[in-house]
């Protein structure tokens, strides 16, 4: 059957996943009795569209999923998505609003809700179907979503049982507030924005002494209003005297206590610092080692409320701040002020600056579950790759603070704890469970605050297998074999599972993490809409095609390295797929299709046992490196085995062998025999990487039985008599000849349609008759009028050694030497110049300091190629200074 001359992607994709996705061969069989292999999605927000990061997340656990099927374990890629709590009540209000409906407070909380599972099920699966666009063989009978009623059952039941025992409370801390959407957000859901702004100096009275002052550094003047303590460092001889007595609050005119604490470093700023407990992270931790006062002074909308002098109260935190600055100067108590640059933390979604705010929230002793998890990681029951990434996952759970689960939002789980008349709280799975709990007649009120999103999704690798049912799925599936993941949500996330999975399963979730780094543009850039530098994996998908996406997105996974990603590197990978599909029409058209009763041990042919004996390597190769989670050097196993060895060297070796010259009907028969059997192996070997294309041309090169798929096939187990060292090293050698010949042809600037002749100097009997063996190939591939042996070479003869032969290649009638010394004089000048400069701005230590990092990599990529280049062409020049 004939291929079609152009390779379309378009066409191909849609048709192989409906075909997939009714086969059935995605879905997992804990039946089966094969051996599992478990991989849990990271749920993607529903409110989500597929981008970079998520195809190059999902691209490798496809990989994964699809080689350990193929290598006959039972793999279940469980799928999913998260209910994403913010993120989703935004898009639904957001909706509401330009249709012009009521608002989610006009509404109620039973109607918004009822809107958003309405929403849910209009749009909710944009990301799924995109998901399938990307060729994941997800296990789709299984597909789970946060809020399921079995989740939702999952998480009651969690809150319960760690509320019993005594690891979730309810706590007066400090969270992250943000006063736009009127709820404490994650830390995650924070972002530190570099921005100018302000220092100021602020003098405080100290009580009884109307001549001294102790000075406080502050970019946020208004808080000074709720500070309880000034702290400085118990050794700073400037205070050691001020420690026990007070100072006097400015404005306000209570009096706050100057303390000693070793957390105050003496040489920033003045050595002296104020303390605000219920408005900074740090000054909290302060207040309770000292048991200072907690004046919160804002309400849930950063306005001033009545713990504030008057004049204050009612006044946005900006405004007050203007007023707090104005006053002070009035008083002469503003010393200076300094124009500085600082991080200030703003809300992801509301982009408004985000206020640490004392509140009473729901809390859960991280602490406590961390000590187990830790554990896990330190006994080798779950390993990191790369593994240095245990090092962080330790510093993290070690100085863990309790965790807020609790935010003030309709869309997610509603915590399960209702309220009498009195207060008091009873936490149960359902109301008529908390009703028993308070007694008939009590009247309950619910509580109005719904889970953090991260508290569901510690619970996916379990509860999306039936727990807290002792489910089959359960039993064959948990703990789970890997997951891969971003490492920015390994504390969020994967700390979070490890947690919640020892405390309840009792085992780890799962024995391997992968964390990958960030995908970046061509340049290192982090993506980002405002630099108009995001590159939309849909976008790309139909300019280049899936596979060449999926392919590019492998090659670059380097362990613990960030992918620079660009349409040129993209494009490369679709030519990688052109050239698979050329070749597959090359073998079509030359009759090289696969056998039904080939045996590769019968080959007889040196350059057939040869490529038999490549694929074993290539086999060899991919195994070792995905079992290393050496994704990257998987992909370039087979990349260069198909490109470099199957296409630029057998299929060029084999053309006399296939030509109608050749009488040897059992030679030809043979080799389009060991072709076709080679190119199925391909498509085999090719397929977790690029399943689309592989699929395409499995149906179409040969009859297959009825619903025969290549991604159902079994990964090869070659049997090792296929490798013939003899035939390896025989045609290792012819590579490496006309290797070198035409690197020394590129290096002398030799025309690509000039033939040479080739003399060759001590050559074994042995070599020379491989020369003879092969004399056509060596002279078609590399370009020679005829190969000789000599015993003193001819001037203007350039020489170059293969193995123990010197072999010599007269030029002087095919280029002009002097032009060409003159040339490659010229160009190392070019190169020396530049290595100096490259040198010189690496020498600077202000620009290595302040220039971003992927523009001093860039320099050093530039100056280490350069260095090559020069190293060639110096090479090169003394050759021709010697002829």
């Known amino acids: 059957m004939m291929l079609d001359k152009i390779f379309d992607h378009k066409e191909i994709e849609q048709k192989h996943y409906k075909i997939w996705e009714e086969s059935g061969v995605f879905q997992a069989d804990p039946a089966s009795g094969k051996d599992p292999f478990a991989i849990m999605i990271p749920p993607p927000n529903v409110t989500g569209s597929l981008h970079i990061g998520h195809a190059f997340t999902m691209t490798l656990q496809d990989l994964v999923t699809r080689y350990h099927r193929m290598k006959g374990r039972d793999a279940l890629w469980l799928p999913g998505t998260d209910h994403a709590g913010i993120a989703t009540q935004m898009v639904v209000e957001r909706k509401l609003a330009a249709e012009k409906l009521p608002s989610r407070r006009e509404m109620g909380r039973a109607a918004f809700v009822e809107k958003v599972w309405e929403w849910k099920g209009q749009s909710g699966g944009t990301i799924t179907s995109q998901l399938r666009k990307l060729g994941a063989s997800l296990d789709w009978s299984r597909e789970r979503f946060t809020m399921d009623e079995g989740l939702n059952r999952a998480v009651r039941k969690v809150f319960v049982e760690l509320y019993r025992e005594g690891l979730i409370y309810r706590d007066n801390r400090l969270v992250n507030w943000d006063p736009k959407l009127l709820t404490a ?103 309770r080692r000292h048991g200072l006062e907690m004046i919160n002074i804002m309400d849930i909308h950063a306005r001033m409320n009545d713990k504030v002098p008057e004049e204050y109260q009612g006044l946005d935190r900006f405004d007050a701040r203007k007023k707090v600055l104005n006053e002070l100067e009035a008083l002469d108590l503003l010393e200076k002020i300094e124009d500085i640059t600082h991080t200030v933390p703003y809300g992801d979604r509301s982009d408004v600056v985000i206020e640490p705010f004392l509140t009473v929230q729901w809390y859960c002793d991280a602490k406590t579950l961390a000590e187990p998890a830790i554990r896990a990681v330190e006994d080798g029951r779950t390993k990191f790759v790369p593994d240095n990434w245990k090092n962080t996952y330790f510093e993290w759970l070690n100085n863990i603070q309790p965790w807020c689960i609790s935010r003030q939002l309709w869309w997610g789980h509603q915590i399960p704890a209702w309220y009498d008349e009195d207060g008091v709280v009873y936490v149960a799975e359902t109301e008529a469970e908390a009703q028993a709990q308070a007694g008939v007649g009590a009247k309950l009120r619910r509580d109005e605050d719904v889970l953090d999103t991260w508290f569901s999704s510690a619970l996916w690798p379990f509860s999306t297998l039936g727990w807290p049912e002792k489910t089959v799925d359960l039993k064959a599936y948990y703990p789970g074999s890997l997951l891969i993941t971003g490492f920015d949500i390994l504390f969020f996330w994967v700390a979070r599972m490890m947690m919640m999975g020892l405390h309840f399963m009792k085992d780890v979730p799962f024995h391997t993490v992968y964390l990958h780094a960030l995908v970046r543009d061509a340049k290192g850039q982090k993506m980002s809409k405002s630099k108009g530098n995001v590159i939309d994996p849909l976008d790309i998908i139909a300019k280049y095609g899936t596979d060449s996406l999926r392919f590019c997105l492998i090659s670059m996974a380097a362990q613990g390295r960030d992918i620079r990603l660009s349409d040129e590197r993209i494009e490369g990978y679709r030519n990688f797929a052109t050239k698979i599909w050329n070749a597959t029409r090359y073998c079509v058209m030359n009759e090289c299709l696969p056998q039904t009763d080939f045996n590769p041990l019968s080959v007889r042919g040196t350059i057939n046992q040869w490529i038999i004996s490549q694929v074993l390597e290539t086999q060899k190769s991919i195994d070792q490196n995905m079992a290393e989670y050496r994704f990257n050097d998987a992909a370039l196993a087979i990349y260069q085995f198909v490109w470099g060895t199957f296409c630029d060297w057998y299929l060029e070796f084999t053309k006399p062998l296939l030509s109608d010259q050749n ?192 523009i001093v990599e860039e320099q050093k990529s530039r100056r280490e190629e350069s260095e090559v280049t020069l190293k060639k062409l110096s090479q090169a020049l003394s050759q021709l200074e010697a002829a």
């Open 185 to 287: 957000v994650s830390d995650l859901e924070v972002v530190a924005k570099e921005v100018k702004g302000h220092m100021w100096y602020i003098r405080y009275p100290i009580e009884g002494d109307q001549e001294r002052f102790i000075t406080i550094a502050t970019t946020r003047p208004e808080t000074m209003l709720g500070d309880s303590a000034v702290v400085v460092h118990p050794d700073d001889e400037r205070y050691k005297d001020l420690i026990g007595k007070f100072a006097v609050l400015p404005l306000v005119g209570r009096l706050i206590k100057i303390i000693g604490d070793e957390y105050v470093d003496p040489e920033l700023g003045t050595g002296a610092m104020k303390v605000t407990p219920a408005h900074d992270f740090n000054d909290f931790e302060i207040g």
């Open 663 to 854: 009488e040897d009907a059992a030679m030809k028969d043979e080799t389009r025999a060991t072709t076709g059997w080679v190119l199925d192996q391909i498509l085999i070997l090719l397929n977790p990487f690029m399943p689309f294309i592989t699929e395409e041309l499995y149906a179409k090169i040969a009859p297959r039985a009825a619903g025969s798929l290549v991604m159902a096939q079994s990964w090869p187990n070659y049997d090792a008599a296929l490798n013939n060292a003899g035939a390896v090293a025989e045609i290792g050698w012819l590579i490496r000849l006309i290797t070198e010949i035409r690197s020394v042809r590129a290096d002398m600037n030799v025309p690509a349609g000039a033939k040479i002749a080739m003399l060759m100097k001590d050559a074994h009997p042995d070599t020379m008759a491989r020369c003879e063996e092969y004399r056509e190939i060596i002279q078609r591939m590399a370009r020679l009028s005829s190969i000789d042996k000599i015993v003193q070479p001819p001037k203007g003869s350039i020489q170059t050694i293969v193995d123990e032969a010197t072999i010599i290649l007269p030029i002087a009638e095919i280029i002009d030497l002097d032009k060409e010394r003159a040339r490659l004089r010229k160009e190392i000048e070019k190169l020396n110049a530049n290595i100096d400069r490259i040198n010189q701005k690496l020498g600077d230590e202000k620009f290595v300091a302040n220039a971003p990092q992927e």
